[in-house]
């Protein structure tokens, strides 16, 4: 991740990247096309319902409407969970992989950075740190594009609710995923975060999270392009 990597020619990007502002800090990013935003914050309840059928319609072209409702049901039902944990940007993918449905989910947040000396170099490092002594997976610090960041990857339990598994019972299963911290100079951290429950499709998508994580651009207030690193100072 030292350097910026083109996204594979057959995988199209939206023309408008995502954006976060955390305080005098902008935030962008690319993602796939393939990847389809949720209305997280989305507060009138007829225009989510309404994004939600076109993120269902675009996400399982050629599919009958009742399996497209049931899809739009189970996003629906994620939003609470995702606003719960301080999601400000999420996206879901469904594609096919090697003819097995393989599906992933992308989250984007701003979390305050722990306190440490040495300004971004030294939350990367702390960060970094943290993250080994809890043993949270395989752990990498790495220079980005748009500076000092962590990676993080590993596996967990993830659990999904009776609401909706159909049998209103709970079920457990594992997920595997890829996140960044990206230490920002303003004392908050950008962590965006790859998921998938289906290793079938862990080629593919931690492929294109590694360009998506290598697209990120940071800007100040003024539109000034901003490079945490000491190359960018």
């Known amino acids: 991740m030292t350097t910026e990597t083109e996204l594979p020619e057959l995988i199209e990007t939206r023309p408008a990247p ?20 949720l209305p997280i914050h989305e507060r009138d309840d007829d225009e989510a319902v309404r994004l939600l059928w076109d993120l269902a319609d675009k996400a399982l072209p050629g599919v009958g409407d009742e399996d497209k409702a049931r899809f739009g049901v189970m996003c629906a039902l994620s ?3 995702l ?3 301080g999601a400000e940007y999420a996206s879901v993918c469904l594609t096919a992989v090697d003819d097995t ?3 992933a989910t992308v989250l984007g947040s701003l979390v305050d950075s722990p306190e440490a000396d040495g300004g971004v170099r030294g939350v990367t490092k702390e960060i970094s740190a943290g993250l080994r002594r809890i043993k949270a997976g395989e ?3 790495v220079e980005l594009p ?5 990676s993080c990857i590993g596996a967990r339990d993830s659990r999904l609710t009776g609401d909706l598994t159909g049998t209103g019972e709970d079920i457990t299963f594992p997920t ?10 303003n004392g908050t951290t950008f962590v965006l975060e790859m ?3 289906t290793m079938t499709g862990w080629d593919v998508f931690s492929t294109m999270f590694g360009n998506t994580v290598s697209s990120i651009r940071l800007y100040g207030s003024d539109g000034s392009r901003l490079i945490t690193t000491a190359a960018g100072v």
């Open 79 to 81: 939003l609470n969970d």
């Open 195 to 197: 998921e998938t429950p």
């Open 176 to 185: 595997w995923y890829i996140r960044v911290y990206v230490p920002l100079p």
């Open 18 to 37: 995502p954006a976060l502002h955390a305080d005098d800090i902008h935030i962008r990013w690319v993602m796939p096309e393939i990847f389809h935003d």
């Open 146 to 150: 748009c500076g000092y960041a962590v």
């Open 139 to 141: 752990v990498s610090e």
């Open 101 to 103: 449905l393989c599906t």
């Open 83 to 85: 606003a719960g944990v």
